[in-house]
């Protein structure tokens, strides 16, 4: 039955998949493949453009490439370490410790209870995508590395883009030009995070709330949490905590701050009240935590009219748009930087290494060992918590 639910409720997913596997493969002769599952189309598209930006801006250029690499290193010592941190806590099943899960447009969010949308969710990666690559692409450019070719990338479902400059004539440069080419992704990721913040926190929200009253936060349960044990669905609305009112995000929080782990409290919404007994936050054990998300406040117009409802939708689905940005181009910069191979954070690890190091072999036996680790953890984080979840299912059945 719950496979059957899966598929009614995930069919436009499953269509719109489905519908891509099919072009891919009536195309194929069109395509590099690599290993089976990925799929290159190599185009010139975009070159043009990149050697443009490069030749008017490049000062500019080269000046951001400089700080991103700066950026670049301390994101990938960053990242390396929270890796690390995570799967420490989840192989020590500590309190909230959680994995990683791959975000799919039109897919949950393992262990959020999060449904990454289908659409929004195209139109966001897509964005994502064409910022990191061009960025690879103007920076090369704006140091005389020629750009041989653009193009598509599909691996397995999840749609990918590249650029590819002449990597003999970029293996030539200095290894602070080359340092500029790998981080120049990832850092263009972290600016377009505060870009999108800007814009929410100048024009979207101002607007929003000109607009409307707040009467309530939006909240997610996470699976096996107490928010989900209390019974508190998906996109309830939370009204008031202990007794006080609760209308915007702030009020939600002010209410939890003086409440710690192990008390029984009492959350309202429009027509239920919900018990909930809280346990110690992850990041906080003198804190009491619910395992719940927070989406967004419930807004309601002020003056409730066609025009303000339709201007409302466009300046939500913005917001929401902006929020999924933001939230995807941080993590996928920071995982662009953790040494796995093939990532541009590896591709800058090896050339440092190879500075330091002036025995080759010895370089790149530091450098596999630390993309090991990465490997690994990473794989931990993210099937870890499915063995788990399968050990339960397979208990409860036996039992």
Known sequence: MSFILAITQYKFTILFYSLIFLIIYLNRKKFDVHGKFIYLYRTKIGINLMNLVAKKAGRLVKFLGYVGVVIGFIGMIFTFILILFLTYKLLLNEPGAGGASPVIPGLPIAGTGLVFPLITGWIVLFIIIVVH??????VASAYKVKIKNSGMAF???ILGAFVEPDEKSLAKQKDWIQHSVFAAGAFSNFLT???????ASIILNPFINI??????VIVYSQPGLPAEKAGIANNTVITGIYGGKV???KDFRNAMRDIGPNRNIRLKSDDKIYSVTTIESPDDPSQGYLGVLIIEERSELRYDNVVNQALLNILKWFRQLFGWLAFLSLNIGLINLLPIFITDGARMLKVF???IIPNKDKSTSVWL???WISVFSLLILVFLPFFRW????????LI
């Open 247 to 249: 209308d915007t995000i």
């Open 155 to 157: 691996f397995g479902p």
């Open 390 to 397: 399968l050990n339960t299912i397979l208990v409860s059945i």
């Open 133 to 138: 690559e061009f960025s690879h692409g103007i």
């Open 211 to 216: 607009l409307t009253d707040s009467t309530g």
């Open 369 to 371: 060992l630390i993309n």
């Open 193 to 199: 995070v505060i870009v999108v913040l800007l814009i």
């Open 353 to 355: 290494f190879e500075r």
